[in-house]
């Protein structure tokens, strides 16, 4: 079965929104003050910058070239790459606040 018209239109911005929003928490959290790392820190960091390649790699997954038109294998890859970016993002968003 194809995937709905504008699906991969759907996804992009989607994606785009939400690496936008994680990009500019991470800069109010302050990644740029001199004070000592903690652990936590470095894994607030680390589950940000997954969630970012995932959800940067979102328009280039569900864009790619298929074999027959029916075909939404890449839409399916980039769900699923949306959905593990926008958890990740959020669990970063949840450790820096927990911390």
């Known amino acids: 079965m194809p995937s709905p018209a504008g ?3 759907a ?8 690496f936008s929003f994680g990009i500019a928490y991470l800069g109010y959290w302050g990644v740029h003050e001199p004070a000592p ?7 607030v960091v680390m589950f940000a910058l997954g ?3 995932c959800l940067g790699l979102v328009p280039f997954v569900a864009t790619r070239p ?20 926008v958890s990740a993002v959020w669990l970063a968003l949840t450790l820096s606040i927990v911390k």
């Open 66 to 85: 298929v074999r027959q038109e029916s075909d939404d294998d890449g839409v399916r890859v980039a769900r699923r790459l949306f959905l593990g970016g």
């Open 51 to 53: 969630g970012f390649a």
């Open 37 to 43: 790392w903690k652990f936590t820190d470095v894994l």
């Open 7 to 9: 699906s991969v239109v």
């Open 11 to 18: 996804l992009s911005s989607a994606s785009a929104t939400a």
